[in-house]
């Protein structure tokens, strides 16, 4: 009797095995997510941002809009990629003080795992931390369901929100 059960159950446990072992692959994830995190260096009088895109995604969006094949592992085309992050950075994020956009600076990317970070700065001498508003579409063009936090950082008050798709701005006050 007890035999027929671990029988009827194999199945099962195979197909519990086998959804679990796809966790563990780096190019899968449940989710469509980006998180930035920006703050202000009131000594450099700059923001500061990282923003962290899933790999798998970004190759796939980048090489949607720029139809060219995107392999964040291939150093030999680093230039090329450079090129491309700062277009799709730059037209997907942005930051706004009293309307006045803060003009972003690429600085770099980096592969950790399944994720890539990109590195941007914006002078913001005229910063105005009572009226900030971000604009967050990183992704958009491939998901859904895709959602942008957002963390803003300044003088050490942290704030945090979320955009949702197709929530594209986020207003912050400090």
Same mark, same amino acid.
């Given at each position: 009797?007890?035999?027929?059960?671990?029988?009827?159950?194999?199945?099962?446990?195979?197909?519990?095995?086998?959804?679990?072992?796809?966790? &563990?692959?780096? /190019?899968?994830?449940?989710?469509? *997510?980006? /998180?930035?995190?920006?703050?202000?260096? &009131?000594?450099?009088?700059?923001?500061?941002?990282?923003?962290?895109?899933?790999?798998?995604?970004?190759?796939? *969006?980048? /090489?949607?809009?720029?139809?060219?094949?995107? =392999?964040?592992?291939?150093?030999?085309?680093?230039?090329?990629?450079?090129?491309?992050?700062?277009?799709?950075?730059?037209?997907?994020?942005?930051?706004?003080?009293?309307?006045?956009l803060?003009?972003?600076?690429?600085?770099?990317?980096?592969? =950790?795992?399944?994720?890539?970070?990109?590195? +941007?700065?914006? =002078? /913001?001498?005229?910063?105005?931390?009572?009226?900030i +508003?971000? !604009?967050?579409?990183i992704?958009? !063009?491939?998901?859904?369901?895709?959602?942008?936090?957002?963390?803003?950082?300044?003088?050490?008050?942290?704030?945090?929100?979320?955009?949702?798709?197709?929530?594209?701005?986020?207003?912050?006050?400090?």
């Amino acid at each position: 009797m007890a035999c027929n059960h671990y029988k009827r159950s194999l199945p099962v446990w195979l197909l519990v095995c086998f959804l679990l072992s796809g966790f &563990s692959r780096p /190019a899968w994830h449940p989710f469509h *997510v980006s /998180a930035s995190e920006m703050e202000y260096n &009131s000594k450099t009088q700059k923001l500061e941002i990282s923003t962290k895109i899933f790999t798998d995604d970004f190759e796939s *969006v980048l /090489a949607r809009i720029y139809k060219t094949p995107v =392999d964040f592992s291939n150093k030999s085309r680093k230039s090329a990629l450079d090129e491309l992050v700062t277009k799709y950075i730059t037209t997907h994020l942005s930051i706004r003080s009293n309307g006045q956009l803060q003009r972003l600076k690429f600085f770099g990317w980096e592969v =950790d795992h399944e994720a890539v970070y990109i590195y +941007t700065t914006a =002078d /913001a001498a005229a910063l105005n931390p009572r009226n900030i +508003t971000v !604009e967050n579409t990183i992704l958009y !063009e491939l998901f859904q369901d895709q959602m942008n936090i957002v963390h803003f950082i300044v003088n050490g008050t942290r704030k945090s929100s979320k955009l949702a798709y197709p929530e594209r701005k986020l207003q912050f006050s400090f």
